[in-house]
């Protein structure tokens, strides 16, 4: 089944902060425009986070938006009233109270943010290197508005057209500073230097002779023009470095200088410049040149394009509803965090491709994951089937048992040869007519969201069962309020999945849940399993990890050297402790109704 084209509504947030600089606003200006170019309805938020914080006064801002009455974007500064579906933030590090004001109302993307509520971010986009623990969806200078790429040229034999940076504030007067060092140390000549005086400098003093740009519109598509640049960590320098031009940054703290070597770029310290560094950096094409091959060799991503293509889905728990919370995990196309009220994981999807449950998913896709298609292994599924229909049956004996996402039915084949009446559905067209035609077993073409036990000629059942298949939607409390009310008074519900506390996760969340496929939109523990089928009227009577690889809880090279009776010793013990405490990677849990279905399921 294939997704809507996503059009969002676009709220974009900028800093506009005294001591934050005016990057964050031109990138957001930037961003805003080609977000409304692509026809997509945007608007730019200028507003306070808190009392507390300083504004840039609308003069000092006015001449930022010298290019942005056609841009087709709103200017607020009030966003009580607006509706919107995507909230994008570039504030640096957004206040948590702030923060909750729009998170409650949309999904919330943050470009390069850091601080405590990165965590909490639905999708982060870091553009430039950084120093956090937390890693984002997606890291990449790719994103920068770059500047088109000059044709190569050869490298100056001396350096004689300077360009000095410190962006539209300045507040630690960095431009002042290293003008005056580098004159005074006879490295350069007035001549030779121009510098950029931002809106904001509230110390406008440029020695004599140095050449001045007051704000240019477009610095970026002027930075080839130089042989050298002098900046702090931050975007002119990484366009410079695009644009094939050296740079050497001076940077306002010991924060920025750490970011600056965790870049690789070279730098001459904070605060007064370490001209014996400078003079060996000048003479050095090995200490200099590295960066600029480093960043100039990629192609540029526009970043409205990219955000644009995202398809988020998921923004409030599939089981019970509740908003969502802290993100545990991330990849470039989910984010997961775990409920704090139904305790399930969720996954908030991002990735506008649906998976095509046709032919292929059983057969070649199938073949890829298990060296057999799904077909080649039905008599092995069957067998398992066997068991769980024993299972089953020493709740229920024998009666109407509805299997849901049958596939080709192997499932179907072990209950009726443990005395079912077996019916199928399947959301593969091809699957239940194979069913059909092949087993002769009743079965429906269709989404579970649409299934009706009167499609099947049939009021209700005695058991219904999902193998791997809960995981699969998109949001439960209507198909667990389905199940419920199919079922008789005394039925079983049976469903396997993934398990979130088995051993994979509890050695690896990044390759457990980085392996998860798109299409798991929850992950299951027995615990927030019992829990939420209690819920919805029924009482679990087992739960069992039925498969435990033993290798799974070693390090692979100290399993590798099990031999003999130790290995033999080694699986016993895993796989008694494996099933006793519920390790597996997957389990199955059997549950019986004891009363009609109580939870309110209206929409999520």
Not at 91 to 115: L, N, V
Not at 167 to 175: F, P, S
Not at 357 to 379: A, S
Request: hydrophobic share 40%.
């Amino acid at each position: 089944m294939s997704r809507q084209v996503y059009k969002p509504a676009v709220l974009v947030i900028p800093s506009i902060a005294e001591g934050n600089g005016t990057g964050h606003l031109k990138r957001c200006i930037r961003l805003a425009g080609d977000l409304a170019a692509l026809g997509i309805r945007t608007s730019l938020l200028l507003v306070r986070t808190s009392r507390k914080e300083r504004l840039f006064s609308p003069e000092a801002l006015e001449p930022l938006f010298q290019d942005s009455s056609a841009a087709g974007f709103n200017i607020l500064t009030d966003a009580s009233g607006i509706d919107f579906d995507l909230c994008i933030f570039d504030m640096r590090k957004t206040p948590a109270d702030f923060f909750h004001r729009f998170s409650d109302r949309a999904f919330c993307i943050g470009i390069d943010e850091g601080g405590r509520m990165r965590e909490y971010f639905d999708y982060l986009i870091d553009i430039l290197p950084n120093l956090e623990e937390i890693p984002a969806n997606i890291n990449s200078v790719k994103f920068l508005n770059l500047p088109e790429k000059p044709a190569p040229r050869p490298k100056p034999v001396k350096f004689s057209r300077i360009l000095i940076s410190f962006g539209g504030e300045d507040r630690a007067g960095l431009t002042k500073t290293l003008t005056a060092a580098l004159i005074e140390g006879g490295i350069f000549k007035p001549a030779d230097l121009t510098a950029v005086r931002g809106p904001m400098f509230k110390d406008s003093n440029i020695p004599d002779g140095i050449r001045v740009l007051d704000s240019p519109a477009d610095l970026g598509a002027m930075l080839a023009d130089y042989d050298l640049v002098f900046t702090m960590f931050g975007l002119t320098c990484f366009e410079a470095l695009y644009s094939r031009v050296p740079v050497i940054l001076f940077n306002p703290s010991e924060y920025h200088r750490a970011l600056t070597l965790r870049a690789g770029i070279p730098e001459i310290g904070t605060g007064a410049p370490e001209i014996a560094v400078l003079e060996h950096l000048l003479d050095s094409e090995q200490e200099l040149y590295p960066a600029v091959e480093k960043y100039s060799a990629f192609s540029p991503v526009n970043p409205a394009e990219y955000i644009s293509g995202l398809s988020p889905d998921g923004r409030t728990c599939r089981v019970c509803g509740a908003v969502r919370g802290r993100i545990i995990f991330r990849t470039e196309k989910s984010s997961f965090y775990r409920c704090g009220s139904c305790g399930i994981v969720n996954m908030i999807s991002f990735s506008p491709d649906s998976v095509d449950y046709g032919t292929d998913y059983f057969f070649e896709d199938y073949k890829k994951q298990y060296g057999r298609t799904y077909l080649e292994d039905f008599d092995n599924i069957k067998a398992f089937g066997l068991r769980r229909c024993g299972l089953i049956n020493r709740r229920v004996s024998g009666g109407r048992l509805l299997d849901t996402g049958c596939g080709y039915g192997p499932f179907l084949a072990a209950a009726s040869e443990s005395g079912f009446e077996p019916f199928g559905i399947d959301i593969s067209e091809n699957a239940a007519a194979w069913v059909s035609s092949e087993l002769g077993f009743r079965t429906a073409a269709c989404a579970a969201e649409d299934f009706r036990p009167e499609m099947l000629g049939v009021e209700k059942f005695d058991a219904l069962t999902m193998w791997y298949v809960i995981e699969h939607f998109g949001k439960l409390p209507g198909i667990l309020s389905g199940v419920n009310r199919m079922l008789r008074p005394g039925g079983v519900f049976a469903f396997s999945s993934p398990n979130y506390d088995g051993v994979s996760r509890r050695r690896s969340l990044t390759g457990f849940l980085g392996s998860s496929p798109t299409d798991h939109y929850t992950v299951w523990s027995p615990k927030t399993a019992r829990k939420i089928l209690s819920e919805y009227g029924f009482r679990t009577f087992r739960i069992c990890c039925p498969v435990i690889h033993p290798e799974r809880f070693f390090s692979p090279g100290r399993y590798k050297r099990f031999r003999g009776p130790v290995k033999r010793i080694a699986d016993l013990l895993v796989s008694i402790a494996g099933r006793i405490f519920l390790l597996g990677d997957t389990f199955e849990i059997y549950a019986v109704k004891k009363t009609d279905n109580k939870v309110n399921t209206g929409e999520i």
